[in-house]
């Protein structure tokens, strides 16, 4: 979402991140250079944090000395959540909601509205343009959102549903959707608060969009959502349109399944998920052209990371996610990065070892498939919505979660050797370590087992040269015995970061 937020409230948040991330105090020198602010604006800025944020000292600290700060520390803000308040306060996200309720901008009625310029709206009108592009979507000369509706309804959905912490809009509708879903829904009441709000929103969005006459187009969604009317939501969703709001029966499918379509997008549900025998009766080659090129990514990616094992679930497990990803690039794509609050990158896409790999494995397998194979005429289908890295990294993400599903994780125990002068203590520290780590250690009698931790409160002749040496004289000194649990932890890290992954073959 940071790129809809005003210039002055980026530079705020661009701050507030920077000293999140640091985990320790830092002085406004070091957070200039990082900034690209001055030391006067980064004080200033720290200076309205400490009158603004609700939270402990131990959460936002500024320190002074003689009235001129000096440092500051903070830990764990909810960072998303501060930078949605003061979105909520910038043009673009104004000029958005107004469009979305409004169905196009009046220039005069919102500058007045706003107490905003013609020229600073002209300004902020040119930066919408420029997302909405990004999108396939554009701006009429009324100032009235134009393109594909489903993706314009997934648009809408994917920006609110990122710039909400809780509901803006009327409490009336957010009732009466609610009212009608736990009426109907057995275990609404199960369901966290996200998800509800995420439900609600799909659900108002359709409403609000039908409200402006801007429809679904009848297509091979509503087809097959009316074709499988045994499902839970298919059902729920044509009688809400069809019966709670006096919809034709063709508006009612149409509805029905732009909700569906995005409700599976989403992962908000997996009840309406078909058996294995009935889903090629759906998604085939008939219904959508994009399945032969479904059958030579999922292909792909089972030889290259699934070769061990011959389970038709984890085949339509991956076919499933393909096919939905072919299907969103060929109807409303956007990239979900766009709505993200990413001040820095090379933190937030950290990728450990047995990431690294993953993500190696896959570029190659995709280069492979589009310059070599017919997979790249496909692409050139789609590249208007979608560059070679989106892909890939939409192809990373399957086959992570695949992965995950269905993998063992392979990384050694850490290994503890504990020899101790005093009588006692050996017992009562192996059972101390052994509640907090349980089974990511072992004990080890003697250095020919090769520790990677030896526990002693004397200096030992020889010493096994990869294990790191803990003195701990007695058992209840918390700080040493807290020292042994930091080194302990860091070895499982260090050990999780270089594991594995090994694909159940069953």
Known sequence: MRIFLDDVYDRRINVLSYVDNQRKEVSLAEIGKATKLSKKTVSMIIKQFEQELDVSKEQFEVYYTNQTIQGVHANNLDIVSISNKHLKQSILYKMIKHLFLMDRIDAITFCD????????FSRHRRRLQKILSRCELS??????????????RNFFFLFFSNALNSWTFDTDSYEEIDDYLSSNIKEWDKIDSVKKNKFCLLIYICNVRFSHKKSIEKSILSKLSAQFQEGLYTNLFFDYFHLHKNRTEQQSWDETSAVLFLLYKERLSHEESFEIEEYPKFFNETNFSFIKYSNLLTDKIITTFFRETTSSSIYWEIRKEIDMMHLLFETSFIDPRIFYYIYDEKSYYHADTAEQKIQLGVQNLMCELIDQTEYGLFFKEIKKSINRETLTDYVY???????????????????????????????????????????????????????DVIV???????????????????????????????????????????????????
């Open 456 to 506: 002693t409160d004397v200096q030992l002749q020889q010493i096994e040269p990869k294990a790191k040496v803990i003195f701990i004289s007695s058992f209840s000194n918390s700080f040493d015995f807290s020292l042994l649990l930091e080194e302990i932890e860091e070895k499982i890290l260090m050990f999780y970061y270089e594991r594995t992954l090994v694909v159940n073959s069953k």
């Open 113 to 120: 509205i706003e107490f905003i310029s013609p020229a600073t």
């Open 139 to 152: 701006l009429t000369r009324t100032n009235e959102i134009e393109g594909d509706e489903l993706r314009i």
């Open 397 to 451: 993400l399957v086959v992570y979660t695949i992965l995950t599903k269905f993998l063992q994780m392979d990384f050694p125990k850490v290994k503890i050797l504990i020899q101790n002068s005093k009588v006692f203590v050996e017992p009562i520290l192996r059972q101390k370590i052994n509640l907090i780590f349980s089974d990511r250690v072992e004990f080890v009698e003697n250095q020919s087992a090769s520790p």
